[in-house]
């Protein structure tokens, strides 16, 4: 059930409220690479403090910026 379906209940009758509501607006892609490369990327993200997630949106978001589109 989606959270607005949800918002349309009584509070008794309401799911748990969940976290993806932060998300609404993001879309979900699966991302699948080799051990070793996953690995590599991890620890940068750690020596970063950067969530992986946000590492790679960012690289995303500045080679589209980069190709102007």
């Known amino acids: 059930m989606t959270d607005s379906q949800d918002a349309e209940k009584p509070a008794d009758e309401q799911g748990p409220k969940r976290r993806a509501r932060i998300y609404a607006e993001r879309r979900i892609v699966s991302l ?11 620890a940068l993200c750690d020596d970063l403090q950067t969530p992986a997630n946000t590492y790679i949106s960012a690289l995303i978001e500045n080679d589209l910026t ?4």
């Open 32 to 42: 699948r690479m080799v051990s070793e490369l996953h690995k590599r990327m991890i």
């Open 66 to 69: 980069k190709r102007n589109r």
